[in-house]
């Protein structure tokens, strides 16, 4: 089974929810936060660190007793527990999936997007199948091509190193 837990973000501010939730970050998270320059990007990686770090806690697994890693493609994991997470956020909102197995979850806000990017990073196919759609058909399906995708390479652990472009997501499905 797969739970999903989200923040809405809309209104947040990220020196506010830092200057609260610093007792909650570890050294390799605070190091990260601080590389950042713009504040929503921050923002965003902050909130996926406290949503993560919320979602383990209702999983049955404390801060103080986990230690997080990350694989070679950045993907993070708590060693030695049978728990598997992933998150995501775009525009207001971060995810947070967790689940007994390998799970990837994305998250996309909607806005207008050029056909180029559409060639550059899908299949000939699904390009085809864009190229057949105008205006909310095709932004509906651009994201949710965009979302498969993304969430199975997260899933799979292999991140943006497995080219978006190499496999295809079905069509939607009445």
């Known amino acids: 089974m797969i739970r999903l837990y989200a923040a809405d973000m809309d209104g947040w501010r990220y020196d506010a929810v830092r200057e609260r939730a610093v007792s909650f970050l570890d050294g390799e998270a605070a190091e990260r936060l601080s590389l950042y320059r713009n504040e929503t990007a921050a923002l965003h990686s902050l909130v996926s660190v406290l949503l993560a770090g919320a979602a383990l806690k209702r999983e049955g697994i404390p801060r103080g007793t986990r230690s997080m890693f990350r694989d070679d493609y950045g993907k993070p994991f708590v060693?030695?527990?049978p728990v598997h997470f992933n998150v995501s956020h775009s525009g207001r909102w971060c995810v947070?999936?967790?689940s007994s197995l390998p799970?990837?979850?994305d998250v996309q806000g909607h806005r207008v997007i050029?056909?180029?990017v559409a060639?550059?990073?899908y299949s000939?196919?699904?390009v085809r199948r864009l190229d057949a759609l105008a205006g909310e058909e095709y932004t509906l399906e651009f994201f949710r091509i965009w979302s498969l995708k993304v969430r199975y390479i997260k899933r799979i652990g292999k991140g943006l190193s497995h080219l978006l472009s190499s496999f295809s997501v079905p069509p939607a499905s009445g």
């Open 79 to 81: 060693e030695g527990t």
């Open 114 to 116: 050029s056909r180029a």
């Open 119 to 121: 060639q550059r990073f």
């Open 124 to 126: 000939d196919e699904e």
């Open 96 to 98: 947070c999936a967790v």
């Open 103 to 105: 799970v990837g979850v």
